[in-house]
């Protein structure tokens, strides 16, 4: 058999496996709205009003996980050398393809700061905070063009 053919064959084949694989992917539905209220619970505890030990209870299972009440405490502070922010708005998201959580992305006033959030959703259809970041380590894994608006953007209260 001539092959080239042989070769065409193989990778025909790996091409209609690997379609196989992938359409057999579990799909997760996800309730951004609900991940962007719980998003701003947070903000408002953390971020607004300082209450690490409040805010820490809302970290998931896995974000407990990899760091310490402490440790929470002092990064928080150490992410904040010009001040935490008055007030705190949820505008994007960001699906998650094949995981079981998304990203919220939230803007900070007074001073100006950038969060996002990886909210992951619990097995009762809830979401809590994963982890928090100023995004940019995300913005060379992810395209920015898969962010999407809220229709009603979501704001801390002062």
Same mark, same amino acid.
């Given at each position: 058999?001539?092959?080239?053919?042989?070769?065409?064959?193989?990778?025909?084949?790996?091409?209609?496996?690997?379609?196989?694989?992938?359409?057999?992917?579990?799909?997760?539905? +996800?309730?951004?709205?609900?991940?962007? +209220? !719980?998003?701003?619970?947070?903000?408002?505890?953390? %971020?607004?009003?300082?209450?690490?030990?409040?805010? /820490?209870? %809302?970290?998931?299972?896995?974000?407990k996980r990899h760091?310490?009440?402490?440790?929470?405490?002092?990064?928080?502070? !150490?992410?904040?050398?010009?001040?935490?922010?008055?007030?705190?708005?949820?505008?994007? /998201?960001?699906?998650?393809?094949?995981?079981?959580?998304?990203?919220?992305?939230?803007?900070? !006033?007074?001073?100006?700061?950038? /969060?996002? %959030?990886?909210?992951?959703?619990?097995?009762?259809?809830? /979401?809590?905070?994963?982890? %928090?970041?100023?995004?940019?380590?995300?913005?060379?894994?992810?395209?920015?063009?898969?962010?999407?608006?809220?229709?009603?953007?979501?704001?801390?209260?002062?």
């Amino acid at each position: 058999m001539n092959p080239k053919r042989l070769s065409f064959r193989a990778l025909t084949g790996c091409l209609f496996t690997l379609l196989g694989l992938t359409s057999c992917a579990k799909s997760t539905n +996800q309730d951004e709205n609900l991940a962007a +209220q !719980r998003a701003i619970e947070f903000a408002q505890i953390v %971020l607004v009003n300082k209450d690490f030990d409040q805010g /820490y209870g %809302l970290l998931s299972d896995g974000g407990k996980r990899h760091i310490s009440l402490a440790t929470f405490k002092e990064t928080m502070r !150490r992410l904040h050398p010009g001040g935490f922010p008055t007030s705190v708005t949820a505008k994007e /998201y960001q699906p998650m393809p094949g995981e079981n959580a998304l990203w919220i992305y939230l803007d900070g !006033r007074n001073p100006e700061v950038h /969060y996002r %959030l990886t909210m992951e959703a619990t097995a009762s259809g809830d /979401y809590k905070v994963l982890t %928090l970041d100023n995004g940019v380590v995300g913005r060379m894994f992810s395209s920015g063009s898969d962010k999407k608006q809220f229709s009603k953007v979501i704001t801390t209260h002062p």
